[in-house]
């Protein structure tokens, strides 16, 4: 996962260099180099994403057209549009080859929708600029990766760090002749459970933020999350343990150089990936894709917690904690082959979270006011 | 290539260092107060800028909005913007203009996150001053009132003294709870019964009280009644009916305030023309659902929409909808709306090239009406000599009623009258956090230029 991470983070750099001395945007921060990244490990992830991109930002613009929705109702919709397209290409490419990326999917699909919600913010100049520079970000991203696989990296570097676009599985592995042996991903649910599931978690985060005004640690993060404990109870130690690092880091910067936004959101992804990065080298056994992915989670999870106001950081954790056992046990009910078992102290845990986060539910429900009827389009009843 | 490094190092260095510098500076600074809220922050922030300076502080206060300044000496200094605004320009104007003793800043945020990082990482504030709650950037601060509230109330710092001008029982309640979560001080302002009817007198009392609570004085005289007149509104006569601009206020509640004024001079029905833009679909979410209130209570019988996407605009609508191009010809759209006798309130959005197209043809019809009625030496523009005597539009504008019958400053329910006392006991010399009442300077007086 060097190659990969090396990819991100000079991805992440370049849309800081973008947003900062350019303006421009990049559709978001981690789209251009996760679409680099996706692209090395399976060629066709290119045109899924273009069209994928196309069908959300189709979706928008026909929204825009038709109705009067905005805001993140356009963004969710923008991002379950985009989703369909490679959540079921990726369908039929597992059908044919099931050692394939179907993980991707979980945290590729969102992306699409991302990128078209913010295309379509901008007007046409900016748009024109914005794609074009990402399509720039990522060929030369591409470029990158595909000068750095090759069989001398692979044999320096590839059994450092669970091994991803170097690995075995990787198209620009093969196409370079490189194949490092490395962990296989068997996820323990159909993918398109996963998809459900990652799509219901971002309309339980969106619900809970709207209704209470309260930031979870991120929008598919737990669902994801909780995919992955599954199967890799480690998982969850690496997320709890990173965004607790991230958001430490993140706040010391923030008061050193007063840095906010996507600068700062990048600069957590990057320490996001760093750890990954070292818990790859030294840590637990887990697939590289899942620790990149738990690295970016984290990122964004730390950087969450920074953006939540102090008074409300107690509730956006514990909520998130119990909206995550939610999310675990609802996987485990349908789940094949799961390492996570019902134990007794996994049931203790699992249950005061979900009792401490609906705690919180209920104490920010009564404080909502009781009676708001009467403000109805601006003029009082 | 060593030049290179020696900057990179250096630019690093100095970027590490601009947390701390800036808050060296904040801390030199003896009050720091930020305008939030969302209509009239601008105003306020110079009202402010103005009662201090007239006391004889050195004051620097930053406005944000279309034309950017800071204010010092009585100078305004523009404030050069290349590519988007960030918050990092309230660090670089106040290391340009050096430490005030009074500094004024216009939160410039519009999101829930850059609210809460203006005020923690580059204000500080001693005192957060809410003009109003009211549904505009509804898509980055929330989807109503309520949400918007939350939003301004949870991004203030803990203990911070907050000032409020919100007048809606309702939303006085979400800013309380709020607040008192994080044990800040807070005082509701309330309008005298007498101007409960002139939009924006809310952000005038709201600056009074806080001049009043930080230096012991209000504004009072001549100088507030100067401030509610600029706040005034009243119908722009022309040959053919009358019409009111209120476009460049673009939310609902303010335009809102605006007709209840207006419709006080005898207009209890209007005819409504809404600018749309591509851009602004929450605000024209939220003009569609006031507009359908007003059709409710029969203050509107149909609106006219130009602009842009007037078509979602008006399959949501319950009233007749008039739907015309961005490139509408001005007088034309205006002559329709006017021609059902009933006056023209223009609201929605202003910046467009139609909204400048009425705005002359406006001009044009006042000028000529004018020439008619008195000759090429016409007095006043806009003056409403010719309209007819007020009716009562209790039918209409009963849920106005309310308020106390003088002005008073109401602390919320969780708040105690103790609140007001801290000042002299608190832990800083002379007063509670932020509001250390500093013996006045030397100078002009408030009473002095006023009188």
């Given at each position: 996962m060097l190659v990969a991470s090396l990819i991100v983070l000079l991805g992440l750099a370049?849309?800081?260099?973008?947003?900062?001395?350019?303006?421009v945007r990049l559709s978001g921060v981690v789209v251009v180099p996760m679409t680099a990244v996706y692209v090395l490990y399976e060629f066709s992830m290119f045109p899924l994403a273009v069209f994928g991109v196309a069908v959300a930002y189709a979706t928008i613009l026909a929204l825009r057209r038709w109705t009067l929705l905005f805001g993140r109702s356009l963004l969710i919709a923008g991002i379950v549009a985009g989703a369909l397209v490679p959540v079921a290409a990726i369908s039929l490419l597992s059908a044919v080859n099931p050692t394939g990326p179907v993980h991707v999917a979980f945290v590729g699909s969102i992306l699409p929708g991302v990128a078209a919600y913010n295309y379509s913010r901008e007007d046409r100049t900016q748009r024109r600029r914005d794609v074009l520079a990402s399509l720039a970000g990522i060929a030369s991203l591409l470029a990158v990766g595909y000068m750095l696989v090759n069989p001398t990296t692979g044999s320096l570097i590839g059994t450092n760090t669970p091994a991803i676009l170097v690995g075995e599985h990787s198209a620009v592995a093969g196409a370079r002749d490189v194949a490092v042996p490395t962990y296989r991903y068997d996820p323990a649910l159909p993918h398109w459970i996963g998809t459900l599931g990652l799509l219901l978690g971002i309309g339980v985060t969106e619900g809970i933020y709207a209704r209470w005004g309260v930031r979870l640690t991120g929008m598919a993060a737990l669902p994801l999350v909780a995919l992955f404990t599954l199967q890799y109870p480690a998982a969850l130690a690496t997320y709890v343990a990173g965004i607790a690092i991230v958001f430490a880091l993140l706040s010391v910067v923030a008061h050193a150089t007063l840095v906010y936004g996507r600068v700062l959101l990048s600069l957590g992804i990057a320490i996001g990936i760093v750890l990954a990065l070292g818990i790859g080298a030294v840590g637990p056994a887990l697939p590289g894709f899942v620790l990149l992915f738990l690295g970016?989670?984290?990122?964004?999870?730390?950087?969450?917690?920074?953006?939540?106001?102090?008074?409300?950081?107690?509730?956006?954790?514990?909520?998130?904690?119990?909206?995550?056992?939610?999310f675990l046990a609802g996987f485990w009910a349908v789940a094949s082959n799961p390492a996570v078992g019902p134990t007794i102290p996994v049931l203790v845990v699992g249950g005061l979270v979900t009792v401490l986060g609906l705690r919180e539910l209920v104490v920010l429900e009564e404080s909502r006011p009781a009676d708001l009827g009467g403000l109805r389009g601006g003029v009082d009843s | 290539?060593?030049?290179?490094?020696?900057?990179?190092?250096?630019?690093?260095?100095?970027?590490?260092?601009?947390?701390?510098?800036?808050?060296?500076?904040?801390?030199?600074?003896?009050?720091?107060?930020?305008?939030?809220?969302?209509?009239?922050?601008?105003?306020?922030?110079?009202?402010?800028?103005?009662?201090?300076?007239?006391?004889?502080?050195?004051?620097l206060a930053k406005i944000t909005g279309n034309h950017p300044k800071c204010l010092r000496d009585g100078e305004q200094h523009p404030i050069d913007?290349?590519?988007?605004?960030?918050?990092?320009?309230n660090e670089r104007e106040l290391r340009e203009h050096g430490t005030p003793e009074v500094l004024i800043l216009e939160n410039q945020a519009i999101s829930d996150y850059t609210n809460w990082v203006f005020n923690r990482y580059f204000a500080d504030p001693d005192v957060v001053l809410f003009t109003n709650v009211r549904q505009d950037h509804r898509d980055t601060l929330g989807?109503?009132?309520?949400?918007?509230?939350?939003?301004?109330?949870?991004?203030?710092?803990?203990?911070?003294?907050?000032?409020?001008?919100?007048?809606?029982?309702?939303?006085?309640?979400?800013?309380?709870?709020?607040?008192?979560?994080?044990?800040?001080?807070?005082?509701?302002?309330s309008l005298p019964d007498s101007r409960e009817s002139i939009p924006g007198a809310e952000v005038v009392y709201a600056v009074d009280a806080l001049i009043h609570r930080v230096e012991g004085e209000p504004i009072g005289g001549r100088v507030l009644e100067g401030y509610l007149e600029e706040m005034d509104v009243e119908w722009t006569q022309l040959p053919q009916g009358r019409v009111f601009n209120a476009a460049s206020v673009n939310d609902v509640e303010s335009t809102e305030a605006i007709r209840r004024s207006l419709a006080r001079q005898n207009a209890p029905v209007i005819e409504p023309v809404v600018y749309l833009r591509r851009d602004r679909r929450a605000r024209s979410d939220a003009f569609?659902?006031?507009?359908?209130?007003?059709?409710?209570?029969?203050?509107?019988?149909?609106?006219?929409?130009?602009?842009?996407?007037?078509?979602?605009f008006a399959r949501k609508a319950d009233f007749p909808v008039v739907e015309n191009e961005p490139d509408a010809?001005?007088?034309?759209?205006?002559?329709?709306?006017?021609?059902?006798?009933?006056?023209?309130?223009?609201?929605?959005?202003?910046?467009?090239?139609?909204?400048?197209?009425?705005?002359?043809?406006?001009?044009?019809?006042?000028?000529?009406?004018?020439?008619?009625?008195?000759?090429?030496?016409?007095?006043?523009?806009?003056s409403d000599d010719a309209g007819p005597d007020p009716i009562d539009l209790d039918d209409i504008d009963a849920s106005t009623a309310g308020g106390g019958s003088a002005r008073d400053e109401k602390d919320s329910s969780q708040t105690t009258s103790d609140d007001v006392d801290r000042r002299q006991d608190g832990d800083r010399p002379g007063g509670e956090r932020g509001i250390a009442k500093r013996p006045r300077p030397a100078g002009p007086t408030f009473d002095d230029t006023d009188d």
């Open positions: 370049y849309s800081v260099v973008a947003v900062q001395f350019a303006d970016l989670l984290t990122g964004v999870g730390g950087y969450n917690v920074h953006r939540v106001p102090p008074a409300e950081r107690r509730a956006a954790l514990t909520i998130s904690g119990a909206v995550f056992v939610w | 290539m060593s030049r290179l490094v020696e900057t990179a190092t250096r630019r690093l260095r100095s970027l590490l260092g601009r947390g701390s510098r800036h808050r060296d500076r904040l801390e030199d600074v003896e009050i720091t107060i930020v305008v939030s809220g969302v209509r009239g922050k601008s105003s306020a922030t110079r009202y402010l800028y103005e009662a201090f300076e007239r006391r004889g502080y050195d004051v913007r290349e590519g988007s605004v960030t918050l990092y320009e989807r109503d009132r309520t949400a918007i509230a939350q939003a301004l109330a949870r991004s203030v710092p803990e203990g911070t003294r907050v000032i409020s001008g919100e007048q809606d029982e309702r939303i006085r309640s979400v800013l309380s709870g709020e607040l008192n979560r994080r044990n800040c001080p807070l005082t509701h302002v569609v659902s006031y507009l359908d209130a007003l059709a409710e209570d029969g203050a509107i019988e149909r609106a006219h929409v130009v602009g842009e996407n007037t078509d979602p010809d001005a007088d034309r759209v205006l002559d329709e709306a006017l021609e059902g006798g009933r006056p023209v309130v223009l609201m929605g959005n202003t910046v467009a090239g139609f909204m400048r197209d009425v705005e002359t043809a406006i001009e044009e019809r006042v000028a000529a009406r004018q020439q008619i009625e008195h000759g090429p030496a016409a007095g006043d523009v806009g």
